[in-house]
């Protein structure tokens, strides 16, 4: 089992920065990759943003490019999403999570490839 636990969400005003984190255990942290994803009220769960084991490929949903950094630092098995310049639009709940198997654009979109995900953190930017 890996347990996933966000942390760094909160009220922010347009324009602001958040940096979200994701604490993982259980097992070796780099044997996934990982992902962001998030879910705005009444809608769908999106992606944001993955990254490879080792760090060396990321890749975002068009909305965040240029806004939004993911990262991982793995020595402390800790996964990041630095958010800048954030929107109202960006109001959501944002979740981590961990998908083993070889890396592919399109599974690293899909939420159904997910194995492991943590229990979200709220942004809220306000107008």
């Known amino acids: 089992q890996v347990q996933l636990v966000e942390s760094g969400g909160g009220l922010v005003q347009a324009g602001g920065s958040l940096r979200l984190s994701c604490a993982v255990s259980?097992?070796?942290?780099?044997?996934?990759?990982m992902g962001w994803f998030r879910q705005a009220p009444g809608k769908e769960r999106e992606f944001v943003a993955a990254?490879?084991?080792?760090?060396?490929?990321?890749y975002y949903i068009d909305s965040v490019k240029g806004r939004f950094t993911i990262s991982r630092d793995n020595a402390k098995n800790t996964l990041y999403l630095q958010m800048n310049s954030l929107k109202p639009e960006d109001t959501a709940v944002y979740y981590c999570?961990?998908?083993?198997?070889?890396?592919?654009?399109?599974?690293?979109?899909?939420?159904?490839?997910?194995?492991?995900w943590g229990q979200g953190t709220k942004v809220t930017v306000s107008s």
């Open positions: 999570a961990a998908v083993s198997g070889t890396w592919d654009r399109l599974r690293a979109a899909s939420s159904r490839e997910y194995d492991y």
């Open positions: 259980g097992r070796t942290f780099t044997g996934y990759h």
């Open positions: 990254i490879t084991r080792a760090g060396s490929m990321t």
